[in-house]
T-cell receptor, first 109, second 115 residues
Framework: GQNIDQPTEMTATEGAIVQINCTYQ??????LFWYQQHAGEAPTFLSY??LDGLEEKGRFSSFLSRSKGYSYLLLKELQMKDSASYLCAVRDSNYQLIWGAGTKLIIKP | GAVVSQHPSWVICKSGTSVKIECRSL??????MFWYRQFPKQSLMLMATSNEGSKATYEQGVEKDKFLINHASLTLSTLTVTSAHPEDSSFYIC???????????FGPGTRLTVT
């Protein structure tokens, strides 16, 4: 079966750095996505990785290792508004998005 | 970036009635649209995938006669929840993908409450 694993919840301090990991086992791979979802709202796109390596976009970076079936989302200089759920999703061989359950990130002052 | 709208943003209906949710791609043509459902504190669950001009493909366990999907044009897809029951209360989110884009663009979601 297809499976995406990420921690259920993480806590970090304002101004700090946090890394959210995601491991996956899917039938085929056509890219990995990270989305941010605030409570009661729809997900918003953060990043897309299809090749191995690090993609940096401002305070957010995403890393992919296809051989290990592993990705992480790195958030720097954390702000209170970063408190949200972070969803990892992998597009499989049928171009369907397989979703992780999401990681709830709690930022403390 | 591409914008997807949903209407209504929230709706309350009585048990047994039907509710229609619209999903529109405002500035691009969406060859494929996806309908998701999300219960509180749970991840997105794909209900169905629809391609313009053809029948929707439903995920296992989703009743096609209860959740009617119509993708009549490249900018509009509708989800009709027929004979809604309280257990259908959920957050329904659509997303759209264009011909050339690798990304899915999400609508703001519709919160359905069935009393």
């Amino acid at each position: 079966g297809q499976n995406i694993d990420q921690p259920t919840e993480m806590t970090a301090t304002e101004g700090a750095i946090v890394q959210i990991n995601c491991t996956y086992q899917t039938s085929g791979f056509n890219g990995l996505f990270w989305y941010q979802q605030h409570a009661g709202e729809a997900p918003t796109f953060l990043s897309y990785n299809v090749l191995d390596g690090l993609e940096e976009k401002g305070r957010f970076s995403s890393f992919l290792s296809r051989s290990k079936g592993y990705s992480y989302l790195l958030l720097k200089e954390l702000q209170m508004k970063d408190s949200a759920s972070y969803l990892c999703a992998v597009r499989d061989s049928n171009y369907q998005l397989i979703w992780g359950a999401g990681t709830k990130l709690i930022i403390k002052p | 970036g591409a914008v997807v709208s949903q209407h209504p943003s929230w709706v309350i209906c009585k048990s047994g009635t039907s509710v229609k949710i619209e999903c529109r791609s405002l500035d691009f043509q969406a060859t494929t649209m996806f309908w998701y459902r999300q219960f509180p504190k749970q991840s997105l669950m794909l209900m169905a995938t629809s391609n313009e001009g053809s029948k929707a493909t439903y995920e296992q366990g989703v009743e096609k006669d209860k959740f009617l999907i119509n993708h009549a044009s490249l900018t509009l897809s509708t989800l009709t929840v027929t004979s809604a029951h309280p257990e259908d209360s959920s957050f329904y989110i659509c997303s759209a993908r264009g011909r050339a884009d690798y990304e899915q663009y999400f609508g703001p979601g519709t919160r359905l409450t069935v009393t």
